[in-house]
């Protein structure tokens, strides 16, 4: 628990210190666009549940606004909205020939500071970013296969998660990733990959619940299309 709080930490400094501090050159860029990709899911849960990737589409509209370049790094806040299927896909190894896979239907939230490095306007630039993420949990459905359904066997006897909805709907935790930039006159196109690493738990984790720990594990793989709304003057920005 100290560790997901030093984490929260962090971020909000950075955040705060990103939105606070003006000591390089003004900028004023505003840009909207849409945003797409891959993302890849798993569950961590305790107790364990062997797992496979659970791979989906994902989709949303996305919002930048760059307001200083420090020396050669350029500082922006990144802002997006997104759906987003996750779940889980469980490896069942108990001989019953049970196959599972749960859908949970989330909109994502993520909310970065983005830094990067290259031209602004023309050419490649590279990009880090990090900050924190909030999601809503909508809808979910269960996908079992198999002959018969047997749960007798299961490791442990962690059979809880069938036909149980999480116990909470709201989901947080900590983003970061990567990417590059093409910028032209036209918009700007990213490719990105990113991580997010969940620090609330889906299920009940009190001395009544039956997990320890549920929380989200994700790898997404993305593309961006921003345009520009405002843009600061000036012949020297490239």
Known sequence: MKFRHSILFLVGFFLFSLASAQVGEHRNDLSIGFTGGVTMNTMDFVPKI????????M????????????????????LEVQYNNLGWEEVIED?????YKRDWHFIEMPI??????GRERRGLK??????????LYLA???????ATWDVSNRPNGVV???????????DYGIAAGLGMEFSSPIGHILLQGRYYYGLGDMYDNSKRGKF??????????????????IRTKGDNIK
């Not at 062997?50 to 589409?57: D, H, T, Y």
């Open 126 to 135: 590279f990009i880090f970013e990090a900050g924190p993420q909030v999601g």
């Open 160 to 170: 809880y998660q069938y036909g149980k909805d999480p116990d909470r709907r709201f």
């Open 112 to 117: 970065l500071m983005q830094m990067g490095w």
């Open 50 to 57: 062997k797992q496979s990737r659970k791979n989906s589409p």
């Open 140 to 146: 979910g459905k269960e996908h079992r296969g198999g």
């Open 59 to 78: 989709f949303g509209f996305s919002s930048r606004y760059v307001c200083e370049k420090y020396f050669t790094t350029i500082c922006a806040v990144a």
């Open 95 to 99: 001989g019953s020939q049970n196959t």
């Open 212 to 229: 320890g720990r549920s929380a989200n594990q994700t790898i997404l793989v993305k593309m961006t299309y921003l345009v520009d709304l």
